[in-house]
């Protein structure tokens, strides 16, 4: 019998082994050089990682780490245990080449221009090195002046370094003179044939002049060297289609499909196969799922339209080249079939002909006008987007059609919005609140310049002084001029004294330079003159509150609210200001009066349904919460914070599936939100929905996403396939991160299921180093010592840290229980007596403790209470074997033989030591 009180780290032990030996951090890390030496990285992986595992902190362990990744190709791995080598203080010197190679070849063209600026302190070579790559990644992003210039810089420098000629290659691919190009790289590789980076080029250069073959070639000379970077792997397969080798090309899409399941990139490749074989089923499908995941692949469109016009599935054809058919020149071949078609479905008048019966009518502007505003109340931006560009097609004289497609497109982070901006200023030059819109967005643009003409122009005229100064002002302070745009700020007080605008960047101008006091003056004004001024209430309320003024912050506004509220005025970011104050003081009853008593006003914001039902479940009234949420929701029906709040609800009361739903209903309104993706996986998982979880994952992986969340459900999948190598890797990585409580017991529990028990409890003992007062974990140590005390040897243990959670929680009663029994299987029969008693004195009625109570007062030869004691919990319903083997030894002390006959028929256990106590037992009574 295990007498321990069973509480929730019973799951930490589910199988025990002894160890064995272990190498040493240094004995890895000198085996793993060896391995990356001979090119076994696979090999030298496992090396380091182990190296890690007994050193987390070595920064040397994860450079070298990193360096082996590299040199598989496996960039996104290379950059994590890159980055973590240099927040471990690495040699600079060391890991910039490196890194500045993995963040181009992981499109992270920013980062490696921020190398380039950390690094002119190094060396020539280095320095070169990192001026290509910069080159590299800034071309691929498009920049082809800021490469040029990264590769001049690179050539200029003098020194013995391939990268030099590279980049003087680079700028003949610039250029265009691709033969000048390949010339270079071929004497590139002659005097280095590994050089796999002139190999990657000359793939670039071939392909550029349509020789695909040898571009196929070099493509699979620079995968040599880097088999895992899948990116170039698909740039061969596109040079090998290109060059009719499709027998070859078909085996490397099938291992591309194998890894990128879901890749519309493969799967057009694969459809383009299969046509060319004249499989033309087979050729639709693949190209029927490419669209499916990106309907913007042509290719794609193309294969799939013609297989099924060639499989005589007209109206599947139709669908697909119907999207072709404005991007396709009038002559192409593909507008016969489609004519073909639309003649054979009679589709011969389609939305294109009702596009072009609006162009001459004008009174529909208006009509396109209305709906695309009804459209806007409902959520439907991307639909209202659509009948505005129809509308400005109309009418493209309406200023105020050009006013609202430009402000829709800038909520929509589209800065072609300023286009319509400036194109209703052309229309009507003096929309002065237009001008000032497109002036912020030059501003917010960099584009700094543009935004001082209108300051300029408005300081000469009559009419717009204190608006000059403003805009001069914000000008200011997008150039950290402080002390200017002070001065302007107050030039436009001088002409407008009560300008809400110039108060306010006052106010900000004074919080910048840490007069707060000034700065709570300053915004309690434009408060007063505007009661609705979200912005100025918060920050007024953040700096009332950094002072520990928050009484001062509600008395303020509750003033103003109640005045307003007397005159039948109600400011509802003024509400939801004061609101959010009473929670900062914990008076949430009284947040969610207030907020409630608006609830009956039009138009409420996502931002007050928000509040409201995060004040409901700050005070734990999760269904009012959830409530609220679904109806906020139907007033607004796309807004990202009341979907993140309902899911989080939803999550908090377990209702797992409904969670799920709703959140894929979120990543469809708000596609490629990193926060949303990862809490879809987290509820696949919560759904035990395991390979969605795992498809959902990959897809952020792929996205280069890497957050704690996904960490810690990547670590759960992991458990559940019984990958507990993973495990371990993963609430690793967590645990090095975010060092608390249930992230030591997650990492204890894997390195335990990974049968490393002396590691699992090595975790929990460091941690309790840090968080002495943290019996939780303790109690689970105790446990773990407990699982993997095989030969007695932790006994020691185990009541040490018993009697150290007793001492500092005396009404433990697991603890006390569990100190008692292990003290009893130890022989301290009397410490034991004493220790139950204590828990028994907690809990008179517990069975399990009674078991216990019994059996050690037995050991203690209290025969009289032992069977008063047992025989009660027995005819209770016990079926615990230990606590009837020592009611029988009670009989038999006292000479009870029928008793303990009668105990010992049928009596058996899965305790082989047990077992053959009861043998004892039972020769002992049969001479009676």
Same mark, same amino acid.
């Given at each position: 019998?295990?007498?321990?009180?069973?509480?929730?780290?019973?799951?930490?032990?589910?199988?025990?082994?002894?160890?064995?030996?272990?190498?040493?951090?240094?004995?890895?890390?000198?085996?793993?050089?060896?391995?990356?030496?001979?090119?076994?990285?696979?090999?030298?992986?496992?090396?380091?990682?182990?190296?890690?595992?007994?050193?987390?902190?070595?920064?040397?362990?994860?450079?070298?780490? $990193?360096?082996?990744?590299?040199?598989?190709?496996?960039?996104?791995?290379?950059?994590? +245990?890159?980055?973590?080598?240099?927040?471990?203080?690495?040699?600079?010197?060391?890991?910039?080449?490196?890194?500045?190679?993995?963040?181009?070849?992981?499109?992270?063209?920013?980062?490696?221009?921020?190398?380039?600026?950390?690094?002119?302190?190094?060396?020539? &070579?280095?320095?070169?090195?990192?001026?290509?790559?910069?080159?590299?990644?800034?071309?691929?992003?498009?920049?082809?002046?800021?490469?040029?210039?990264?590769?001049?810089?690179?050539?200029?420098?003098?020194?013995?370094?391939?990268?030099?000629?590279?980049?003087?290659?680079?700028?003949? /691919?610039?250029?265009?003179?691709?033969?000048?190009?390949?010339?270079?790289?071929?004497?590139?590789?002659?005097?280095?044939?590994?050089?796999?980076?002139?190999?990657?080029?000359?793939?670039?250069?071939?392909?550029?002049?349509?020789?695909?073959?040898?571009?196929?070639?070099?493509?699979?000379?620079?995968?040599?060297?880097? =088999?895992?970077?899948?990116?170039?792997?698909?740039?061969?397969?596109?040079?090998?289609?290109?060059?009719?080798?499709?027998?070859?090309?078909?085996?490397?899409?099938?291992?591309?499909?194998?890894?990128?399941?879901?890749?519309?990139?493969?799967?057009?490749? %694969?459809?383009?196969?299969?046509?060319?074989?004249?499989?033309?089923?087979?050729?639709?499908?693949?190209?029927?799922?490419?669209?499916?995941?990106?309907?913007?692949?042509?290719?794609?469109?193309?294969?799939?339209?013609?297989?099924? /016009?060639?499989?005589?599935?007209?109206?599947?054809?139709?669908?697909?080249?119907?999207?072709?058919?404005?991007?396709? =020149?009038?002559?192409?071949?593909?507008?016969?079939?489609?004519?073909?078609?639309?003649? %054979?479905?009679?589709?011969?008048?389609?939305?294109?002909?009702?596009?072009?019966?609006?162009?001459?009518?004008?009174?529909?502007?208006?009509?396109?006008?209305?709906?695309?505003?009804?459209?806007?109340?409902?959520?439907?931006?991307?639909?209202?987007?659509?009948?505005?560009?129809?509308?400005?097609?109309?009418?493209?004289?309406?200023?105020?059609?050009?006013?609202?497609?430009?402000?829709?497109?800038?909520?929509?982070?589209?800065?072609?919005?300023?286009?319509?901006?400036?194109?209703?200023?052309?229309?009507?030059?003096?929309?002065?609140?237009?001008?000032?819109?497109?002036?912020?967005?030059?501003?917010?643009?960099?584009?700094?310049?543009?935004?001082?003409?209108?300051?300029?122009?408005?300081?000469?005229?009559?009419?717009?002084?204190?608006?000059? !100064?403003?805009?001069?002002?914000?000008?200011?302070?997008?150039?950290?001029?402080?002390?200017?745009? +002070?001065?302007?700020?107050?030039?436009?007080?001088?002409?407008?004294?009560?300008?809400?605008?110039?108060?306010?960047?006052?106010?900000?101008?004074?919080?910048? !330079?840490?007069?707060?006091?000034?700065?709570?003056?300053?915004?309690?004004?434009?408060?007063?003159?505007?009661?609705?001024?979200?912005?100025?209430?918060?920050?007024?309320?953040?700096?009332?509150?950094?002072? $520990?003024?928050?009484?001062?912050?509600?008395?303020?506004?509750?003033?103003?609210?109640?005045?307003?509220?007397?005159?039948?005025?109600?400011?509802?970011?003024?509400?939801?200001?004061?609101?959010? !104050?009473?929670?900062?003081?914990?008076?949430? =009853?009284?947040?969610?009066?207030?907020?409630?008593?608006?609830?009956?006003?039009?138009?409420?914001?996502?931002?007050?349904?928000?509040?409201?039902?995060?004040?409901?479940?700050?005070?734990?009234?999760?269904?009012?919460?959830?409530?609220? /949420?679904?109806?906020?929701?139907?007033?607004?029906?796309?807004?990202?914070?009341?979907?993140?709040? &309902?899911?989080?609800?939803?999550?908090?009361?377990?209702?797992?599936?409904?969670?799920?739903?709703?959140?894929?209903?979120?990543?469809?309104?708000? =596609?490629?939100?990193?926060?949303?993706?990862?809490?879809?996986?987290?509820?696949?998982?919560?759904?035990?929905?395991?390979?969605?979880?795992?498809?959902?994952?990959?897809?952020?992986?792929?996205?280069?996403?890497?957050?704690?969340?996904?960490?810690?459900?990547?670590?759960?999948?992991?458990?559940?396939?019984?990958?507990?190598?993973?495990?371990?890797?993963?609430?690793?990585?967590?645990?090095?991160?975010?060092?608390?409580?249930?992230?030591?017991?997650?990492?204890?529990?894997?390195?335990?299921?990974?049968?490393?028990?002396?590691?699992?409890?090595?975790?929990?003992?460091?941690?309790?180093?840090?968080?002495? &007062?943290?019996?939780?974990?303790?109690?689970?140590?105790?446990?773990? /010592?407990?699982?993997?005390?095989?030969?007695?040897?932790?006994?020691?243990?185990?009541?040490?840290?018993?009697?150290?959670?007793?001492?500092?929680?005396?009404?433990?009663?697991?603890?006390?229980?569990?100190?008692?029994?292990?003290?009893?299987?130890?022989?301290?029969?009397?410490?034991?007596?004493?220790?139950?008693?204590?828990?028994?004195?907690?809990?008179?009625?517990?069975?399990?403790?009674?078991?216990?109570?019994?059996?050690?007062?037995?050991?203690?030869?209290?025969?009289?209470?032992?069977? +008063?004691?047992?025989?009660?919990?027995?005819?209770?319903?016990?079926?615990?074997?230990?606590?009837?083997?020592?009611?029988?030894?009670?009989?038999?002390?006292?000479?009870?033989?029928?008793?303990?006959?009668?105990?010992?028929? $049928?009596?058996?256990?899965?305790?082989?030591?047990?077992?053959?106590?009861?043998?004892?037992?039972?020769?002992?009574?049969?001479?009676?």
């Amino acid at each position: 019998m295990n007498k321990l009180l069973i509480t929730a780290a019973v799951v930490l032990a589910l199988s025990l082994s002894a160890c064995s030996e272990q190498k040493t951090a240094e004995q890895l890390m000198a085996s793993a050089h060896q391995l990356s030496q001979q090119g076994k990285y696979a090999d030298a992986i496992i090396d380091y990682k182990n190296a890690i595992r007994l050193v987390p902190k070595s920064a040397e362990a994860r450079l070298r780490l $990193g360096q082996a990744y590299l040199n598989q190709g496996n960039y996104i791995s290379a950059e994590k +245990e890159l980055d973590r080598s240099v927040d471990l203080e690495a040699s600079f010197t060391q890991a910039a080449t490196l890194l500045a190679q993995v963040k181009t070849r992981l499109n992270k063209h920013k980062e490696v221009e921020r190398l380039v600026v950390l690094s002119e302190e190094l060396n020539d &070579n280095d320095y070169l090195t990192i001026l290509s790559y910069a080159g590299m990644a800034t071309l691929a992003n498009g920049d082809i002046t800021k490469a040029q210039d990264y590769f001049s810089q690179a050539t200029a420098i003098v020194a013995e370094n391939p990268y030099n000629k590279l980049s003087q290659g680079y700028l003949s /691919y610039i250029n265009r003179d691709f033969l000048q190009g390949i010339e270079i790289t071929k004497s590139l590789l002659s005097e280095q044939s590994s050089f796999a980076e002139a190999s990657l080029l000359q793939g670039f250069l071939y392909f550029s002049l349509h020789n695909y073959q040898q571009a196929s070639d070099s493509f699979e000379q620079y995968l040599d060297r880097y =088999p895992l970077d899948q990116s170039i792997r698909f740039f061969l397969v596109n040079s090998l289609l290109k060059a009719g080798k499709f027998a070859q090309a078909n085996i490397l899409t099938d291992e591309l499909l194998v890894t990128f399941k879901e890749s519309p990139l493969a799967l057009q490749y %694969k459809s383009q196969i299969e046509y060319n074989a004249g499989n033309y089923a087979e050729a639709q499908r693949y190209a029927s799922q490419a669209v499916n995941y990106d309907d913007s692949f042509v290719v794609a469109n193309m294969i799939a339209g013609i297989s099924s /016009y060639q499989l005589d599935e007209l109206e599947q054809a139709y669908d697909h080249l119907i999207s072709l058919e404005s991007k396709l =020149p009038a002559n192409h071949p593909i507008n016969a079939i489609l004519l073909s078609i639309k003649i %054979k479905l009679g589709h011969t008048d389609d939305i294109a002909l009702s596009v072009d019966k609006l162009k001459n009518s004008a009174s529909d502007a208006g009509l396109l006008q209305i709906s695309s505003l009804e459209l806007l109340k409902a959520g439907d931006l991307v639909s209202a987007q659509s009948l505005l560009n129809k509308a400005t097609q109309v009418s493209p004289n309406n200023a105020n059609l050009q006013i609202r497609q430009g402000a829709l497109l800038l909520s929509q982070k589209d800065l072609s919005g300023v286009k319509s901006l400036e194109n209703a200023l052309r229309i009507d030059a003096s929309l002065h609140d237009t001008e000032f819109a497109l002036a912020r967005q030059y501003l917010r643009s960099n584009e700094v310049s543009k935004a001082q003409v209108i300051a300029n122009k408005w300081l000469k005229s009559e009419n717009y002084q204190a608006s000059g !100064n403003i805009l001069n002002g914000l000008i200011a302070m997008k150039l950290e001029k402080v002390d200017e745009a +002070e001065m302007y700020f107050q030039g436009a007080l001088t002409f407008e004294p009560k300008s809400i605008s110039a108060i306010y960047n006052l106010a900000i101008v004074a919080a910048f !330079n840490k007069e707060v006091m000034q700065a709570i003056v300053g915004f309690k004004e434009v408060i007063e003159l505007n009661p609705n001024h979200h912005n100025a209430i918060r920050r007024y309320t953040v700096l009332q509150t950094r002072q $520990g003024n928050t009484a001062d912050a509600i008395s303020f506004l509750n003033a103003i609210f109640e005045e307003n509220k007397f005159n039948n005025k109600i400011h509802k970011n003024l509400a939801i200001g004061l609101a959010q !104050n009473l929670r900062i003081s914990k008076q949430v =009853p009284a947040a969610i009066e207030l907020l409630e008593s608006i609830k009956v006003e039009d138009n409420l914001s996502a931002h007050y349904w928000s509040v409201l039902a995060s004040s409901y479940t700050q005070t734990r009234q999760y269904n009012k919460a959830l409530s609220t /949420y679904e109806l906020a929701l139907k007033e607004v029906p796309r807004s990202y914070i009341l979907y993140v709040g &309902n899911i989080a609800t939803l999550e908090v009361l377990k209702q797992y599936p409904q969670a799920l739903a709703l959140s894929k209903v979120a990543n469809e309104y708000f =596609p490629n939100d990193n926060n949303l993706m990862t809490t879809l996986a987290y509820l696949e998982l919560a759904n035990n929905n395991v390979q969605a979880t795992k498809r959902q994952l990959k897809e952020l992986k792929d996205k280069g996403v890497s957050n704690h969340l996904m960490t810690a459900t990547a670590a759960k999948v992991a458990i559940k396939e019984n990958d507990f190598f993973e495990a371990v890797e993963l609430y690793s990585e967590l645990y090095e991160k975010i060092p608390n409580a249930n992230n030591a017991i997650n990492l204890a529990r894997a390195l335990q299921f990974s049968k490393q028990g002396p590691e699992a409890e090595l975790v929990l003992e460091n941690y309790l180093v840090k968080e002495v &007062n943290d019996n939780r974990v303790r109690m689970l140590l105790a446990e773990l /010592y407990s699982m993997n005390n095989v030969n007695n040897n932790k006994s020691a243990q185990i009541i040490s840290t018993y009697r150290t959670i007793v001492d500092r929680q005396p009404d433990n009663l697991a603890a006390l229980n569990n100190l008692a029994w292990q003290q009893y299987q130890s022989n301290d029969i009397k410490s034991a007596k004493q220790n139950i008693e204590k828990a028994l004195s907690l809990s008179p009625n517990n069975r399990s403790i009674l078991e216990s109570y019994g059996v050690i007062l037995v050991a203690n030869k209290h025969y009289k209470k032992a069977i +008063e004691v047992l025989s009660d919990v027995v005819d209770k319903g016990s079926i615990d074997v230990s606590a009837k083997v020592s009611l029988v030894e009670a009989y038999i002390a006292v000479n009870q033989y029928e008793q303990a006959k009668m105990m010992l028929k $049928g009596l058996s256990s899965h305790s082989s030591k047990l077992n053959v106590k009861i043998a004892k037992l039972k020769r002992e009574v049969a001479q009676y």
